[in-house]
């Protein structure tokens, strides 16, 4: 039975997934988990995309290297995407929403070339990675939160805390029974 929770932070790269998981670690203790750190320390690659100049990560390799982390809870799993993970492993998915035009001057500022830009803002604009969300998990834990600025973030960090801490207290009792002393 894992005493803390795991949580996704997905949404189009550049709305503000790393600032939200790294500020939500320091904050709360958990672990933050950046899926592009662990595919390349793994190397859970598949081969790369010339066109759009990435990297394309296995799926398979990327959930063995990470199963047994994730499955003791405690993480703030920070990725572009979040229907590959099992719902087993997940209690709360946080789609991180950027107004298109704030978006894409940041994505612009990155450097992504004309084709990788396209494809970002469509994939925002069709709200493609809330509706991956939605498919993937059940609607209760699929949350939508807009970071178009640093006080949004900042505020969907409280937000997001004291939903661990509503969690935690929900999942108390359970723990008690599974690990506390034979009540």
Known sequence: MRTNPNIIIT????????????LLAQNTGLKH???????????????FDEELNTAIVDEDKLLDAI????KQGGYIIDWHAC????????????????????????LQARGYGAKKLEENMDAEIMEVLLEEARE??????????????AEDVEGNVERIEMWIK???NDHQDMVEEDGGGGR
């Open 11 to 22: 949404g189009t790269p550049g709305v503000g997934k790393t600032s939200h998981a790294e």
């Open 83 to 106: 229907d590959l993970f099992p719902k087993s492993w997940i209690d709360l998915v946080v789609v991180v929403r950027c107004d298109s035009t704030l978006l894409y001057d940041r």
């Open 166 to 168: 509503n969690w935690k």
């Open 136 to 149: 993937a998990y059940d609607a209760e834990i699929v949350v939508e939160l807009r970071s178009d600025k």
């Open 67 to 70: 199963e047994d982390s994730v």
């Open 33 to 47: 988990m950046s899926i592009n750190q662990v595919a390349k320390e793994h190397d859970c690659y598949d081969g």
